[in-house]
């Protein structure tokens, strides 16, 4: 069985990103954006620009009855889940591989809940510097997919099908055999960078040289090392190097989604980040400072929102 339907939902950064590509390659309704029909009418009417390029895209409403589709991709903010849950309910079938592009540590489990952990591959989405503001995306680095079964033992059929499925659409991958450990090392670079500069305002290019912004980065990505150890995953300041690394590849004007969020007056996924974090300190009596202060002070960004 190889891969041949995809259905998306969720156009952020990444849902265009990954789709613009797949559109490239796939009979246009073969892709399936999956979107209520507001934004349908909104996405037709302003159109949605990748790279300075038109997307072109084949929309369904949730209501819309289809066959299954081969590959489900989840890219929407982890706020808006659950409601994407209950969208994609005629898109998937025994067959379907799901995979989610969310950040955090927590999604394809949620997801699972509901459809079945047979299903879901494990998947982080790194290196990718995409910045969105309205209708346009633009970026210098793809980036790439990395995705694996939740057990590290084994190669399953699904990766290889979509390692297969990849390679055909020319979508950057890699299969990786830890999925646990990459994705706490992205989430460790996630509560690290989006948050540190969501509340300095600035972009990449303010942690990747030296100074405080740079050092409030390493220290909340530290409190995720210390926390990894009780959870069994055992980051190390090797990982750190690492993702610091991925970091440096990025382009310094870019920004990650939490500071387009600020700048843009949308609620957050603090509590994504800094919220699991200091939960997770409070479990195991591990001291989170820095990741409480970053809390305190996006949410007092945030409520600074509505204030006339």
Same mark, same amino acid.
């Given at each position: 069985?190889?891969?041949?339907?995809?259905s998306i939902?969720?156009?952020g950064?990444?849902?265009?990103?990954?789709?613009?590509?797949l559109?490239?390659k796939m009979?246009?309704?073969?892709?399936r954006?999956?979107?209520?029909?507001?934004?349908?009418?909104?996405?037709?009417?302003?159109?949605?620009?990748c790279n300075g390029e038109?997307?072109?895209?084949h929309y369904?409403t949730?209501?819309?009855?289809?066959?299954?589709?081969?590959?489900?991709?989840f890219?929407?903010?982890?706020?808006?889940?659950?409601?994407?849950?209950q969208?994609?309910?005629?898109?998937v079938?025994?067959?379907?591989?799901?995979?989610s592009l969310?950040?955090?540590?927590?999604s394809?489990?949620?997801?699972?809940?509901?459809?079945g952990?047979?299903?879901?591959?494990?998947?982080?989405?790194?290196?990718m510097?995409?910045v969105?503001?309205?209708?346009?995306?633009?970026?210098?680095?793809?980036?790439?997919l990395?995705f694996?079964? @939740?057990?590290? !033992?084994? %190669?399953?059929?699904?990766?290889?099908?979509?390692?297969?499925?990849? =390679? *055909?659409?020319?979508v +950057?991958?890699?299969?990786?055999?830890?999925?646990?450990?990459r994705?706490?090392?992205?989430?460790?670079?996630?509560?690290?960078?989006?948050?540190?500069?969501?509340?300095?305002?600035?972009?990449?290019?303010?942690?990747?040289?030296?100074?405080k912004?740079r050092e409030?980065?390493?220290?909340?990505m530290?409190?995720?090392?210390?926390l990894?150890e009780?959870?069994?995953v055992?980051l190390?300041?090797e990982?750190?190097?690492?993702?610091?690394?991925?970091?440096?590849?990025?382009?310094?004007?870019?920004?990650?989604?939490?500071?387009?969020?600020?700048?843009? @007056?949308?609620? !957050?996924? %603090?509590?994504?980040?800094?919220?699991?974090?200091?939960s997770?300190? =409070? *479990?195991?009596?591990? +001291?989170?400072?820095?990741?409480?202060?970053?809390?305190?002070?996006?949410?007092?960004?945030?409520?600074q929102?509505?204030?006339q």
């Amino acid at each position: 069985m190889a891969i041949k339907t995809v259905s998306i939902i969720g156009l952020g950064a990444l849902g265009i990103l990954f789709g613009n590509q797949l559109s490239k390659k796939m009979k246009i309704e073969d892709l399936r954006i999956i979107a209520d029909k507001d934004r349908i009418k909104r996405y037709e009417e302003d159109e949605i620009y990748c790279n300075g390029e038109r997307c072109h895209f084949h929309y369904v409403t949730p209501e819309e009855v289809y066959e299954p589709a081969d590959l489900l991709i989840f890219a929407v903010k982890f706020n808006g889940l659950n409601e994407a849950i209950q969208s994609v309910r005629h898109h998937v079938g025994e067959h379907t591989i799901i995979l989610s592009l969310l950040n955090g540590i927590t999604s394809e489990a949620i997801i699972g809940d509901t459809y079945g952990m047979d299903k879901v591959l494990y998947c982080v989405a790194q290196g990718m510097d995409a910045v969105k503001v309205g209708n346009k995306l633009t970026y210098d680095h793809t980036g790439m997919l990395c995705f694996g079964e @939740r057990e590290s !033992s084994y %190669v399953s059929q699904k990766v290889k099908m979509l390692s297969a499925f990849f =390679e *055909k659409m020319e979508v +950057p991958y890699e299969a990786d055999s830890n999925m646990v450990r990459r994705q706490w090392g992205k989430f460790m670079l996630n509560v690290g960078v989006n948050q540190t500069v969501a509340v300095n305002k600035s972009n990449y290019g303010e942690v990747q040289k030296s100074g405080k912004a740079r050092e409030t980065m390493i220290l909340a990505m530290r409190e995720v090392i210390a926390l990894s150890e009780k959870e069994g995953v055992c980051l190390t300041e090797e990982d750190l190097n690492y993702w610091l690394k991925v970091l440096s590849t990025l382009s310094p004007e870019g920004k990650p989604s939490m500071a387009q969020d600020v700048e843009a @007056r949308r609620l !957050s996924e %603090v509590e994504l980040f800094a919220g699991t974090v200091v939960s997770l300190g =409070e *479990k195991y009596g591990i +001291p989170t400072p820095t990741n409480k202060r970053l809390y305190s002070e996006i949410k007092l960004l945030e409520s600074q929102y509505y204030v006339q």
